[in-house]
């Protein structure tokens, strides 16, 4: 009995001690507040390996030729460059398969010249090789209609233009029905397409959609804006007088672009079409008031001349170019300055006839960059830059360095990165697995070095929401020296790979 009552003892001595230490709290060790990120990039070393691959519809005729087919393949895009231009060299490579025929027939079309594919605003201008000329009307129509719905299916274009080596073909043998600009249509077949675009002018009003280009803001170039226009005369000169007064009207939809002079007021006589040694021309005579209009204006002649000779060219058929005389001054030269490319530079015109060509460098498209609203959030503004700069990240990541500009569409923002940090710094670009992958110099984070968490966090996520405006870009990730330091200024962890941030943009 003794033996017993004493285990019992023992016993409950042990529960005593053991439930006195559930009181006890155990001194903390070290925490992480995040798990260590796995490594899932290598860090570029120059701009390399920006493809990923996607899969999209290519639109073919029917064998019968009654009805454009979706034809869906894996396509290779570049996140540095705009996808019109590889869909237009797939689509007009593709040979026929299955119910479908290859987009030309039996004729092979190309691109013609590298820059071929133009994109501005919603617009893409797509100019074909010279073995166009062998396509019929009806079928050069439906390589439009066909380009029209493969390179309008993301929903960023709703327009396309089709030149034959830069010239407007138009949908007639005289050159005289314009064919304009086309738009996607995947409900209507290509019979019922043609007989109403081809029909001929009639006396009464008839719409077109149209590309018309109007000046930047600050004089760096022109922008392209799609919109239907009603033309009351069938003829050319008519035609022009009618585009003369939408660029005059203004834009509608891009911030901050100068309000144009009453172009159609300013001239002193109607347009004349010229003919001659192969080549059509538009001549336009001005009154000497507009001078001073495009100085009131903030609008530079060569910026007015260029809105003026891509909305013609893109639109009227058979149009070589223009012809300007502005008083008793007949233009033959001009120089232009602040464009992005070519300022102080003559561009001469041989006979006076300004083509499509000599302004080609002033073509912008509006990028999207994220800055600082001073108020601990980000603004996203748009600002116009040469159309082939707009979908490279190195481009991008250039304009985030230059700061806020007079020209965005948004005003009062301060920039986000680090005052000394040069477009020399960013080493490499490259792609995988939907993000774009950056590697900086190690000035980066000694450029960082006192910046507050709000500081870094805006830095980190303007770059992000930018880089994330290019198609196929989801996320991003950041490399220094080929490594990822666990943060840039001790604030953000920068290990693993970053989503933009919707909450942190201003509405």
Known sequence: MDRRWKRLGCLMAAVLLLSGCVGQEKAPGPQMTLPPAEKRYEAPENDMNQGY???????????????????????????????????????????????????????????????????????????????????????????????????????????????????????????????????????????????????????????????????????????????TLSFSSQDLPGMAVTLLEAIGAGAEKLPNAPACPRLREMLLDSPVLEEGGGVRRLSLHFREEMNSALIDAGITRSVMMAAMTYTFTTFLPGLDGIEVTIGNERITSLTPSGTYSGAGEQIRFTDGLMRRRDFSGFLLAECALYFSDGNGRLARVLRPVPFYEAYSARALVQQLLLGPQPFDSVSGLRTVLPQGLRPADLLGVSYADQALVLNFSEQWPALCEGMDAAAEKQMIYALVNTLCELQGVKKAAFFVQGEQPDSLAGHIYLPGDFLPNADLVSP
């Open 53 to 227: 691959e996607q899969t999209v519809l290519l639109y073919l005729p029917s064998l019968e030729g009654t009805q454009l087919l979706a034809y869906p393949v894996k396509a290779q895009f570049s996140a540095s460059r705009h996808n019109a231009q590889t869909l237009c060299e797939m689509l007009l490579s593709q040979p026929s398969a299955g119910a479908a025929q290859a987009v030309g027939g039996d004729v092979t079309l190309t691109l013609s010249g590298t820059d071929a594919v133009e994109v501005s605003g919603q617009v893409a201008t797509v100019s074909l090789g010279a073995s166009a000329l062998r396509l019929s009307h009806e079928q050069l129509y439906m390589v439009g209609q066909a380009l029209a719905n493969t390179l309008c299916q993301f929903g960023d274009l709703q327009y396309v233009n089709v030149l034959i080596a830069g010239v407007q073909p138009g949908l007639n043998v005289a050159s005289t029905l314009p064919a304009g600009a086309f738009q996607p249509n995947t409900r209507e077949d290509l019979s019922t397409l043609w007989a109403r675009a081809g029909a001929p002018a009639t006396a009464g009003r008839r719409s077109f959609a149209a590309a018309v280009y109007f000046p930047a803001p600050a004089g760096k170039g022109i922008l392209c804006e799609g919109r």
